[in-house]
């Protein structure tokens, strides 16, 4: 029987990924950060080493973009060293390792969707940690899954969707980004394909969202259409919201990897959030 450590579970996707291998009744053991702090090397190893998984899915991360201009130092610690200490406990104990990591390790620039082997080029701090992250998978590890995704969204912590219901409160209008574009993705649709994955051998750097592209002022017109709110959108250019980080322009991933791969896509984004929203309607 297959045992998976999975680390992030007080995050949105960790959360999902625990749900998940629980219903396919795969043993598991989800740590928050709480529980586990990933820099702490000898803490990682301890941890790994006690529950001897076969497999560790790794969602934990520092992944305020906006604060890691500020805290690049503490950003660093938790995605390029912590990351490091997985990948060694992994090496040490012989699981496979899969790491969740972000379209934010390309340069954004351009319209056509970016391919896993494309050059990289991060334009802020916490896409840098996150490509640096990568990195020490690749270097330490032979066995391992590389995840880029984007725009997530869940049912287990904070997200866009979250904060645009919540200005429908006590706004009638909300100014949003629109040339910034990308797939949002639902982390209930990503945590199936990571459990996929980590029972085969296809190990590889793969990009999964769900399907289909659109703007984040689209997304937010889509997000008040399906909750049934009257707010106007009025859509800004990125250089006109003021951000500490830069932000990529062009998100678009390539899920040719996955088709090679034989894995399946996930499921339009406008299906994923319909669902979330009717979920969230319910809790």
């Known amino acids: 029987m297959m045992k998976v450590f999975v680390t992030g579970f007080g995050g949105q996707l960790g959360y999902d990924v625990c749900g998940e291998l629980g219903r396919r009744g795969i043993e598991h053991m989800g740590t928050s950060s709480a529980e586990l702090d990933v820099t702490d090397a000898a803490a990682v190893m301890e941890a790994v080493r006690r ?9 934990a991360a520092y992944t305020k973009v906006d604060r890691a201009e500020e805290e690049a130092e503490k950003c660093r610690a938790v995605n390029v060293d912590g990351t490091g200490n997985i990948a060694r406990a992994c090496r ?4 496979k390792m899969l790491y969740l990591s972000t379209d934010y390790v390309f340069p954004g620039t351009g319209e056509m969707p970016y391919e896993p082997d494309d050059p990289t080029g991060p334009v802020n701090v916490y ?7 990568e990195r020490a998978v690749k270097e330490l590890l032979d066995r391992y899954f590389i995840v880029r995704t984007s725009w ?18 006590d706004r009638d209008e909300v100014r949003v980004v629109s040339d910034q574009i990308g797939s949002p993705t639902y982390t209930a649709d990503l945590a199936p394909l990571l459990c996929d994955m980590v029972t085969t051998d296809k190990y590889g750097v793969y990009h999964a969202t769900n399907e289909g592209v659109c703007s984040w002022a689209e997304f937010a017109r889509e997000i008040f259409r399906l909750a049934g709110k009257r707010v106007r959108v009025d859509p800004i250019a990125t250089a006109e919201y003021p951000a500490k980080a830069a932000r990529p322009l062009n998100s678009r991933l390539s899920k040719k990897s996955l088709d090679e791969a034989g894995f ?7 299906d994923a ?6 979920a969230d309607d319910r809790r």
């Open 51 to 59: 529950y001897r998984p076969d497999a560790v899915i790794h969602c």
């Open 92 to 95: 040490e104990t012989g699981a």
């Open 127 to 133: 896409g840098t940690t996150k490509l640096g992250g």
């Open 273 to 278: 959030l319909r669902r979330y929203i009717e």
């Open 264 to 270: 399946r896509r996930l499921p339009d984004w406008h």
């Open 152 to 169: 997530v969204f869940g049912a287990n912590g904070g997200n866009f969707v979250r904060t645009m219901l919540r200005l429908a409160g």
